[in-house]
């Protein structure tokens, strides 16, 4: 590993923080992590799973986030169907349906494990849709975002050696040109 995991949680940090501000989230929001601890390392998707890389991504997330009272929902890896981990009071609010499965590191991803194990109150759930995301490795957390996703790109492309895509969602514009719209 090039980067040591006080690096990763300070980039995972700057770009949580950078993202939190570009998409306007209030309290109650959902905030989507797709992370592969194995990009992170240098290794390849699903083939060099790092518990400590993922622990240090959600050390430098979930302080932020907890802080401003959005949630934040761990995207699990192809092996559990990208199912999420979240706050069982947050499945509650949006009516999500818990499913019965525990994200192991290499069954559902290192960084979901660390969610599983850190969150007060754990669940899985098979979809939900966020109002903003990061997507740390090419995990493709698009399928959980809000229908109208709209890329925010940050002063940092990478955490590790991952690549790092991110987005916020925002309302469909609809009713043509005469419309009036908010800007919010």
């Given at each position: 590993m090039?980067?040591?995991?006080?690096e990763i949680s300070v980039q995972a940090s700057t770009a949580a923080t950078e993202l939190l501000a570009a998409a306007n989230l209030r309290p109650g929001d959902?905030?989507?992590v797709g992370c592969s601890?194995?990009?992170?390392?240098?290794?390849?998707?699903g083939?060099?799973?790092?518990?400590?890389?993922a622990q240090a991504v959600f050390d430098g997330i979930c302080?932020?986030?907890?802080e401003r009272g959005i949630?934040?929902?761990?995207?699990c890896c192809e092996h559990l169907n990208r199912a999420l981990v979240i706050e069982?009071?947050?499945?509650a609010k949006y009516g999500y349906d818990p499913v019965n499965v525990r994200p192991q590191p290499r069954a559902g991803g290192s960084f979901a494990a660390t969610a599983w194990e850190r969150f007060?109150?754990?669940v899985a759930v098979e979809q939900l849709r966020a109002h903003a995301g990061m997507d740390i490795g090419g995990t493709l957390i698009g399928m959980h975002l809000r229908p109208v996703a709209v890329p925010v790109r940050l002063g940092l492309d990478h955490i590790g050696q991952a690549i790092l895509l991110c987005a916020r969602t925002r309302p469909k514009f609809i009713g043509g040109s005469r419309a009036v719209y908010e800007e919010k």
């Amino acid at each position: 590993m090039n980067f040591t995991l006080e690096e990763i949680s300070v980039q995972a940090s700057t770009a949580a923080t950078e993202l939190l501000a570009a998409a306007n989230l209030r309290p109650g929001d959902i905030f989507v992590v797709g992370c592969s601890s194995s990009e992170i390392v240098g290794g390849r998707i699903g083939k060099a799973s790092s518990l400590e890389a993922a622990q240090a991504v959600f050390d430098g997330i979930c302080p932020l986030v907890e802080e401003r009272g959005i949630y934040l929902a761990a995207q699990c890896c192809e092996h559990l169907n990208r199912a999420l981990v979240i706050e069982a009071d947050c499945a509650a609010k949006y009516g999500y349906d818990p499913v019965n499965v525990r994200p192991q590191p290499r069954a559902g991803g290192s960084f979901a494990a660390t969610a599983w194990e850190r969150f007060r109150h754990p669940v899985a759930v098979e979809q939900l849709r966020a109002h903003a995301g990061m997507d740390i490795g090419g995990t493709l957390i698009g399928m959980h975002l809000r229908p109208v996703a709209v890329p925010v790109r940050l002063g940092l492309d990478h955490i590790g050696q991952a690549i790092l895509l991110c987005a916020r969602t925002r309302p469909k514009f609809i009713g043509g040109s005469r419309a009036v719209y908010e800007e919010k």
